[in-house]
Nanobody, 123 residues
Framework: VQLQASGGGLVQAGGSLRLSCVAP????????MGWFRQAPGKEREFVAS????????LYADNVQGRFTISRDFASSMVYLQMSSLKPEDTAVYYC?????????????????WGQGTLVTVSS
């Protein structure tokens, strides 16, 4: 299963970016989806997730209020709108399809992953 993430780039602190991810409908329509990130030398960390029907979302404490996850069922897309970006948000961002309809915060809750898109926030 191939997930395709896009939208990363270089942005100044305080700026915004929107990440996009397309997942095959057969593997994502009944599953939660999430975003994780991994900075150099650090472990992959949870960023946000959205339930199978879009009715429930979870956020990491350090992005709550700045990032918004959403999904569009018609196009099998999931988005991560990132605002008020900080240099510590710099990382490779990965989208993932969860094993269940409602997701957790750990990578093992997910079984399909995208290739990652790099976000760099300059100070």
């Amino acid at each position: 299963v191939q997930l395709q993430a896009s939208g990363g780039g270089l942005v100044q602190a305080g700026g915004s970016l929107r990440l996009s991810c397309v997942a095959p409908r057969r593997t994502s329509s009944n599953n939660a989806m999430g975003w994780f990130r991994q900075a150099p030398g650090k472990e992959r960390e949870f960023v946000a997730s959205i339930s199978w029907n879009g009715g429930s979302t979870l956020y990491a404490d350090n992005v709550q209020g700045r990032f918004t996850i959403s999904r569009d069922f018609a196009s099998s897309m999931v988005y991560l709108q990132m605002s008020s970006l900080k240099p510590e948000d710099t990382a490779v961002y990965y989208c993932a399809v969860a094993r269940k309809s409602y997701s957790g915060r750990t990578p093992t809750d997910y079984n399909y992953w995208g290739q990652g898109t790099l976000v760099t926030v300059s100070s």
